[in-house]
Structure formats: structure tokens, C-alpha cells
């Protein structure tokens, strides 16, 4: 989140596009794995082998309908595969902690799975085909714009949990997981994509082998889940994308407790992508069971080029500690409040990363719009601008 950057670090990135968000790390029977880090590893040369999909966007930003049959939509913009991936077993579950996810931004979290075949680490992004194995469209819309999947990924600590189906066949994995910020979606092209992708070896028995659809097909500009005006009462919600995979367990949402830090296994099989064998050798003599942590020798590049340290914790068993996702929907008297574009009445007051319901709106925080009664004045750092009727938002200034 740029409020939590520092100044100088801002006037590198600006300007940016409108965008909110990315994962920091998945949690895995208690191992986190770090995420990639928009923030840093762009500009390094040499960046840690993680288990996310790479990119070089820095802007936190999403991918927009009119890019649907663009290769942006299957990993992010311009994305590149990880450089290792994480163990974990059919039928185990994995957690994906988001910055924080600005409520304004409705819309659905889906989940979907893609077999890379020999490795994740060199498949083509292109013939990649996902299979559906989570999804969370509309919960309640008693409250319009209503209650969303991204609201209860919220209620559970900015972060998601989905469950690898129980008897998917072993082998490795891409795991595309996103969420569809609907605030502007009444518009064509208004919708926004944020994909998240992640290399998985899943270990197990299973026998299914799901059919799936290329990523440039799982979504087109004007379907029913994408161009929909979710500030009008909705009876249904389509969540957009192909049908769910029958073999998929729909589990209540739930945190991860962090017992230890892992790190990505490097090399998968035959087509190895390390550059050290010995590295590939230890990582893949480590990784037999799920929730296992590879115990890497320090003088392994992966490692050295990181502060990731694996830390076997055979003391305590990975847990998960049920937290409640009850979602308290925003409940604004029906007034519009006035929007002053452009100025920030607030002058030089320094209240600052307070999203919500502060004096001032932060960056990129919602600062007005139809049934908006919170803050419609922005911090210093920005001004607020109309998106559309229903969605005004503080948007940076020129630093
Ligand atoms: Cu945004």
C-alpha cells in the first residue's frame, strides 16, 4: 500500500494507476512463504527465488475487461514465472495474506487452480488451463452495494483461505487467485482484475484431473459478473468465470497462525531451473510432505539473497485458528454527501493512513460518491476525484 511507503520511495513510483493491492505471503500448515514484493524486488537485479509469479509492475495496480484476452490476465501485468514453488498436500489448505483491501472495492474473490505439467518454473503462462476450486461472489445484499467476497477476505485479516481439493492428482501446480473489485464496474471496462499467481507442488493419491480453461478465456468484458452496477439492488450475482470443479471443498474463512518461515523449493524434477544442483537436490530431498520445511544450506544462493531462514518446528503442529468472518456491512443513512473535486478543504492537516472513516480520506481511500457519508476530504498527499457517480477517490497528488 503506498501509505505505508516511504516519501522518497513514493516519487519513484509516482504516478501510478489506481490500483490497490497484492499479496505478501501465503501460509501453508503454519510455513509462510514470502510473496513477491512489488516494492523491492523490481528494481533488484538479482531478486530471491520466491513462489510468487514475478512481475515488474510496481504500481499495485489491476488489469482492466479491454486486457481479458491479453496474457495480463492470467498472472498480472507483464508477469513472469516464479522462481520455485511451496509443497503442500491435496486436501490441506493455503492462506493468502493481501495488503490491506480497501472496502469500497466489492467484488469477488475466486480461486483456480492450472497443472503445469513437468514445472511451474518454465511452463507457458499461455497454455496454462485453470480449473475453479473457490469462489465468493455476493453474500448479502440486504445493505447495497452489499456484502462481497473481498469483505469477508477483509473480516479475516486482509487475507483468504482456500482448500486444495482432496483428491486432486499430485503433481505441480500454478495457483491463480484474485479478486474483482466491482466499484466501477457499472461502466464498460470498469471492473478490476487483481490476479495473484503462486507455484504449488501438490503432493497426494488423488486421481482427479480436472479440464480447465486458458486464462485468456475465463472472462470476457461484458458478461453479467463484470458489467453490473453493484450500487443497484441485485437479486443474483454471477460470479464470473468458468463453473466450479466438482472435485473443490468450500471451507469457512479462517487465519493462519505462522510457525515458522519457509522457503521456495527450487528445481522440480527433470526440468530443473536452478542453477545449483546441489541446491536442487536438497530442496527436493526436503519437500516430501506437506507442511515440511527445507532445511537449506546457508551457502545456497536462494537463501543468501534473502532474510528467509527455515526453521523446522516440530514442536508444534500446524494450526489454524478459526477467527469469525462475520461482516459488518456499512450502514450509511441514504444522504449524498457533496464532493469538492480537486481541493482538499483539509489544508495542511498531516492525519495520515487512516482509511475509513477519519477526518481526512488516505491515498486511494473512497472520498465520496452515492450513499458515501465518511471522509470526503483527502490527506495532503492527495485530492479527491470522481470515478464515477458512486465512487469518489483520493488519488496522489504530484510529488
Ligand atoms: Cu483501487
Redesign the pocket.
Known sequence: MLRILSPLLLATLAPLA????HITKIVINGVSYEGWDIDVFPYESDPPAVVAWQTPNTGNG?ISPDQYNSSDIICHENATNAAGHAVVAAGDKVNLQWTAW?S??HGPVITYLANCGDSCETVDKTTLEFFKISAVGLVSDTDVPGTWGDDQLIANNDSWLVEIPPKLEAGYYVLRHEII?L?SAEESDGA?NYPQCFNLQVTGSGTEQPSGVLGTDLYTETEAGILVNIYSSLSTYDIPGPTMFSGAVSITQSTSVITSTGTATTGSGSAATTTAAAEATTSEASATASGSVEVVSPSVAVVASSSLTALPDSSSEPSSTTTSVNVQPSSPPTTTAPITSASNPEGPSSASGTAGSGATQSV?GQCGGINWTAATACNTQAVCSSMNPYYY?CVPTAV
Open positions: 489506481a490500483g490497490h493491492g489491476f480497501p469500497s472495492h473489485a466499484h478490476q486511494y477517490q
